[in-house]
């Protein structure tokens, strides 16, 4: 009876190379057409994969776990039907140079956090996790979606896209003088509120973002007087002629447009090695809603607009985001973002980076206080309006001067504001 190979069949138009899963038939064992011989795994889908050959099988050459090219030979039989393609047979010496060509290195078990067990993963993601210098305890803490919690090339890249959260998180090695105590809380007892969908996003987002972003924040402390009293007599009189409320949050925006300007490094985002420095200033003014959470509507291009257009478009968004009528786009593509914890009556706050932004920041309440100002006539107390602001940044790509700078050049452009400007 002829001897025929059995080749990995082509799985998708994409598909280069596969994983052997498990082999369904041992050596020796018989075989008819349509039966599974082997179950494989891509980087989309796992597979099982019939034979078209019906006979006995004499040698398979590769093991569970091997990464085999598309159309390589994998499995030898000794066919007693006919097959549904006429196959020629090579010699064995050219079946041993082919296994050794195409043959890989087998998968590694990869310790749980010193815990004792362990997963198996691929050569082809062991092969990813090397170019990208993923540890095995890294690799152990991506949610896997394959068969048996196997960890899947896409379920890699997903991780890699999303700036590999899990990056500095570290087990407790077992010979270690402290382990994190397996402590039962007494988390008490009442009304039990599930989690609606937009409060699980944004709990996983800023876990993420904690996760992937060395966060430090930056505080200075402004004099809004001029500002306030600029707003306060004007604010009738600009809603008589734009029909639009004058907010502190426009005034803002405006500010941070011209800062941003000056150190635009600011607004920027991490791509593996490289910084991508934006060509839009875009500014997220993070609202909140009737539930309590929290949605970041996006004002595009701030700097090119006016105060009247600032003023438009906020009243606008925050309008929608109340009324749950924002769309899609409108809250997509900020490249900085603000948070107004002053609304809530908070002195200050340390805001979360909204990922994947270089920096946030959060505007606090505006309170008048005695303040000392040095005048030409002599040093003198007077009532101001002062406001603190904090800047929290990705240590990444910005360090404490830039941070420094660019939260002073807020401060000046709100303590400089124009008293005799005109509407």
């Known amino acids: 009876m002829p001897k025929v190979e059995f080749k990995m069949p082509r799985l998708g138009e994409s598909i280069t190379e596969a994983a052997i899963i498990k082999w369904w038939k041992s050596e020796g064992d018989t075989i008819e057409i349509d039966e599974i011989l082997l179950e494989v795994a891509t980087d989309k889908v796992d597979s099982e994969v019939p034979s078209n050959i019906s006979g006995t099988v004499v040698e398979l050459l590769y093991q569970?776990?091997?990464?085999?090219?598309?159309?390589?030979?994998i499995a030898i039989i000794d066919s007693n039907g006919k097959p549904l393609e006429k196959k020629k047979a090579v010699p064995s010496s050219a079946v041993?140079?082919?296994?050794?060509?195409?043959?890989?290195?087998?998968?590694?078990?990869?310790?749980?956090?010193?815990?004792?067990?362990?997963?198996?993963?691929?050569?082809?993601?062991?092969?990813?996790?090397?170019q990208h210098h993923i540890s095995y305890e890294e690799l152990a803490r991506i949610p896997a979606s394959g068969n048996d919690g196997r960890l899947r090339k896409s379920d890699v890249m997903q991780y890699i896209a999303e700036g590999r959260p899990f990056k500095f998180a570290q087990p407790i090695p077992d010979n270690s003088g402290f382990k994190v105590p397996n402590l039962q809380f007494d988390k008490g007892k009442g009304k039990l509120v599930e989690m609606d969908r937009m409060r699980q996003m944004i709990a996983d987002h800023m876990v993420f973002s904690k996760h992937t972003s060395p966060h430090v924040t930056a505080y200075v402390e402004a004099d809004l007087t001029e500002m306030v009293s600029w707003r306060n007599k004007v604010k009738s009189n600009f809603q008589k002629k734009?029909?639009?409320?004058?907010?502190?949050?426009?005034?803002?925006?405006?500010?941070?447009?011209?800062?941003?300007?000056e150190y635009p490094m600011i607004n920027s985002s991490l791509d593996g090695k490289n910084i991508i420095v934006k060509d839009d200033i875009n500014i997220g003014m993070a609202t909140a809603l009737p539930s309590g959470n929290l949605i970041v509507p996006v004002v595009r291009n701030a700097d090119k607009k006016t105060l009247q257009e600032l003023?438009?478009?906020?009243?606008?968004?925050?309008?929608?985001?109340?009324?749950?009528?924002?769309?899609?786009?409108?809250?997509?593509?900020?490249?900085f973002t603000i948070s107004?914890?002053?609304?809530?009556?908070?002195?200050?706050?340390?805001?979360?980076?909204?990922q994947p932004e270089a920096a946030i920041l959060a505007t606090g309440i505006i309170k008048?206080?005695?303040?000392?100002m040095e005048r030409e006539s002599g040093d003198s107390i007077e009532i101001r309006s002062m406001m603190y602001l904090s800047l929290s940044f990705d240590h990444r790509i910005v360090d404490g001067?830039?941070?420094?700078?660019?939260?002073?050049?807020?401060?000046?452009?709100?303590?400089?504001?124009?008293?005799?400007?005109?509407l």
Request: proline share 5%.
């Open 340 to 354: 107004n914890v002053g609304t809530f009556g908070s002195l200050m706050g340390t805001p979360i980076i909204n």
């Open 64 to 73: 569970a776990n091997d990464v085999i090219q598309i159309g390589a030979p």
């Open 368 to 372: 008048k206080r005695a303040e000392v």
């Open 311 to 335: 003023a438009a478009i906020t009243n606008e968004l925050a309008t929608k985001a109340r009324e749950g009528k924002l769309t899609a786009d409108e809250t997509k593509g900020s490249t």
């Open 96 to 130: 041993e140079t082919s296994q050794k060509a195409l043959k890989t290195t087998k998968t590694s078990p990869l310790p749980l956090g010193g815990a004792g067990g362990g997963i198996f993963i691929s050569p082809l993601v062991e092969s990813i996790a090397k």
């Open 242 to 261: 734009y029909n639009e409320k004058l907010t502190f949050t426009p005034l803002f925006i405006e500010c941070i447009a011209k800062a941003i300007k």
């Open 401 to 422: 001067y830039l941070a420094g700078s660019f939260l002073r050049r807020i401060a000046d452009e709100m303590e400089q504001f124009d008293v005799n400007r005109e």
